[in-house]
């Protein structure tokens, strides 16, 4: 990653991976037998979903940063998040926010794998409007999704299915341990990349909160009637995920202000959907408990 920072790359890249596949396996641990029932069964709601995050998402992203006149590598930026769905911390942030569990799990799952084929179509459509030449190999994000999300996720869950015993034990300490890495993933990230977001810019800023905003907007919108499933499409549509952006980034080995765009994204877009995942996670409570 050409955006130099103020961490070594390898201790940054190294915590990623880390809490990447800490949090990963810790979702694996707690599924359960038949988690995927519900939502096998309403493939119709899936199909759904997965418009405002695979299609609305890119398509607002490009219309607001047009709008807006923004600088070219802020506007590729933007987009280079707009078409990366599936960000794995999206299937927990909906979960704490009271997002139905079989639903959230399949939808993760579901963008993690039609990412491998998504990112390249948007990217070969940008590429005609923009007269560009950018590529990536399906392979090379088919490799990332599976080291980074899909791995963890299925030896979560064979560890459960073969010392079910001891999943109840083991499920706490996973958790408390990503807990711990996410917090501390953040705090790096925001010492290496804090004059990158500041530096946004004024126009750069309100491009990435409207597109999280409309985002959390459609998927709110398209979740379908059940309020957890609203909760699960809205956060997993305004959630993008920044490894296979920068993924993207480096194989065309872009300009430094693209990636300093995608950094400033994560950050900004997780602040903004922290008031909708409160609100969710409230209304998600018994009457009793939101006194």
Same mark, same amino acid.
């Given at each position: 990653?050409?955006?130099a920072?103020a961490? *070594?790359?390898?201790?940054l890249?190294?915590?990623a991976?880390?809490t990447?596949f800490?949090?990963?396996?810790?979702l694996?641990?707690a599924?359960?037998p038949?988690?995927?029932?519900?939502a096998? =069964?309403r493939p119709?709601?899936?199909l759904?979903?997965?418009f405002?995050t695979?299609i609305?998402v890119p398509?607002?992203a490009?219309i607001?940063a047009r709008?807006?006149?923004l600088?070219r590598?802020?506007?590729v930026?933007?987009?280079l998040?707009a078409?990366?769905p599936?960000?794995p911390v999206?299937?927990?942030?909906s979960?704490? =926010?009271?997002g139905h569990?079989?639903f959230?799990l399949a939808l993760?799952?579901a963008?993690?794998a039609l990412?491998?084929?998504?990112m390249p179509?948007?990217i070969a %459509?940008?590429?005609?409007?923009?007269?560009a030449?950018?590529t990536?190999?399906?392979?090379?994000?088919?490799r990332?999704?599976?080291t980074a999300q899909l791995?963890?996720?299925?030896l979560?869950?064979?560890t459960r299915? &073969?010392?079910? %015993?001891?999943?109840a034990w083991?499920?706490?300490?996973?958790?408390?341990?990503?807990?711990v &890495?996410?917090i501390l993933?953040v705090?790096?990230?925001l010492v290496?990349?804090?004059?990158?977001?500041i530096?946004?810019g004024?126009?750069v800023t309100a491009?990435?909160v409207i597109?999280?905003?409309l985002g959390? %907007?459609?998927?709110?919108?398209?979740?379908?009637?059940?309020p957890?499933t609203?909760?699960?499409?809205?956060?997993?549509s #305004?959630?993008?995920?920044a490894g296979l952006?920068?993924?993207v980034a480096?194989?065309?080995?872009?300009?430094?202000?693209?990636? =300093?765009?995608?950094?400033?994204?994560?950050?900004i877009?997780?602040?903004?959907?922290?008031?909708?995942a409160a609100?969710?996670?409230r209304?998600?409570? *018994? #009457?009793?408990d939101?006194?």
């Amino acid at each position: 990653m050409p955006v130099a920072g103020a961490i *070594p790359e390898w201790l940054l890249y190294g915590a990623a991976f880390a809490t990447v596949f800490t949090v990963m396996f810790d979702l694996g641990l707690a599924i359960v037998p038949g988690d995927f029932r519900w939502a096998v =069964a309403r493939p119709g709601m899936m199909l759904k979903s997965l418009f405002p995050t695979l299609i609305a998402v890119p398509a607002l992203a490009w219309i607001v940063a047009r709008a807006l006149d923004l600088p070219r590598a802020a506007e590729v930026g933007i987009m280079l998040m707009a078409i990366a769905p599936g960000a794995p911390v999206a299937l927990r942030r909906s979960l704490g =926010a009271g997002g139905h569990r079989s639903f959230a799990l399949a939808l993760q799952i579901a963008l993690s794998a039609l990412a491998v084929v998504s990112m390249p179509l948007w990217i070969a %459509a940008f590429d005609e409007y923009y007269g560009a030449s950018a590529t990536i190999d399906p392979r090379e994000l088919a490799r990332q999704v599976f080291t980074a999300q899909l791995l963890p996720l299925l030896l979560g869950m064979t560890t459960r299915r &073969l010392l079910a %015993a001891r999943a109840a034990w083991l499920e706490p300490v996973f958790r408390r341990l990503a807990s711990v &890495l996410l917090i501390l993933l953040v705090a790096l990230v925001l010492v290496d990349i804090w004059q990158v977001v500041i530096g946004a810019g004024l126009r750069v800023t309100a491009a990435i909160v409207i597109v999280t905003l409309l985002g959390l %907007a459609v998927g709110h919108l398209l979740g379908g009637p059940d309020p957890a499933t609203r909760t699960a499409t809205a956060i997993s549509s #305004a959630t993008r995920n920044a490894g296979l952006a920068l993924l993207v980034a480096t194989l065309n080995d872009v300009s430094p202000a693209v990636e =300093a765009t995608v950094l400033a994204y994560l950050v900004i877009a997780a602040v903004t959907v922290i008031p909708y995942a409160a609100w969710r996670r409230r209304a998600a409570l *018994p #009457a009793a408990d939101r006194g």
